[in-house]
């Protein structure tokens, strides 16, 4: 091989080398110009952030919206999280079991559909909503949200029926209250009364009781002249007292 031979070749070898070099070159200055793009995207999503969370501490309670780092739905799904992305001011990398029950129960797609059919202001009321309610279906797949309703119904049907009940036995008392106060006001005049009547009894003068009428008087007899000397005279007969004699009988009457 000649001097010529050996000095084109080597010319090729450097221009090749030189060739791959600057490709490296132009390559690896994309690379940094991409990431320059990016990094000035990613500030301003942050200023437009803040200043829309400047906007809503103004106008309402503060609702927290992600635009820095990709949303738990684009992580879930392993896409890239663009600037228009439906989910990611809805669903924070931070809490990424809320998109994943509300994309298996509903699916990606419906979701993305029922957040943009409702206005901007109601969205983050939806999405709450869903999440609540896919958490209520994969935890009970026959009644889901009506499960919990009718539990919460059926508790309150049972408060209302004791709420009943001590309402009926609290009017109860009240009636008992009021009766026995009725019959307390209606003894107590007579007791009064009876009280004022004994203690003035031994007040009053007693009357002195009538005379005894007199005695009947006693029964008029005549006796004779004759026979007054014969009225004390013992018998002079023996016999006993069984024979009465008819010598001994006092006339009465002459």
């Known amino acids: 091989m000649s001097v010529k031979n050996i000095r084109v070749h080597y010319l090729d070898i450097s221009s090749i080398l ?9 390559m690896k200055r994309a690379y940094h ?13 942050e200023s437009d952030a803040s200043s829309l969370m400047g906007r809503r501490q103004m106008l309402g309670p503060p609702v927290i919206l ?12 392993r896409r890239r999280c663009a600037e228009e992305c439906p989910f990611s001011p809805y669903f924070s990398p931070h809490e ?3 998109f994943a029950a509300v994309h298996k129960v509903y699916g990606a797609s419906n979701v993305s559909k029922l957040l943009m059919e409702v206005p901007e202001s109601q969205r983050v009321d939806t999405a709450n909503s869903l999440v609540y309610e896919a958490n209520l279906r994969l ?20 408060l209302q029926a004791e709420l009943s009940a001590i309402r009926a036995e609290i009017l109860n008392y009240k009636y008992r209250e009021a009766a026995a106060t009725n019959i307390i006001s209606c003894t107590h005049p007579a007791l009064v009364s009876s009280a004022t009547v004994t203690i003035s ?3 009053q003068t007693l009357a002195p009781p009538p005379p005894p009428p007199p005695p009947p008087p006693p029964p008029s007899v005549v006796v004779s002249s004759s026979s007054s000397s014969s009225l004390y005279t013992p018998p002079t007969s023996t016999s006993g007292y069984s024979t009465i004699s008819s010598d001994n009988n006092v006339p009465y009457f002459d």
């Open 18 to 26: 030189l060739l791959f070099w600057s490709l490296a070159w132009v």
């Open 33 to 45: 110009l991409e990431r320059f793009e990016e990094l000035g995207k990613r500030i301003k999503r």
């Open 139 to 158: 935890r009970d797949p026959v009644y889901g949200s009506m499960g919990a309703i009718s539990a919460l119904q059926q508790q309150i049907q049972s």
């Open 66 to 77: 992600n635009t820095v780092t990709p949303c738990a739905a684009c992580k879930l799904l």
């Open 201 to 203: 009894a031994p007040s």
């Open 96 to 98: 990424p079991q809320k």
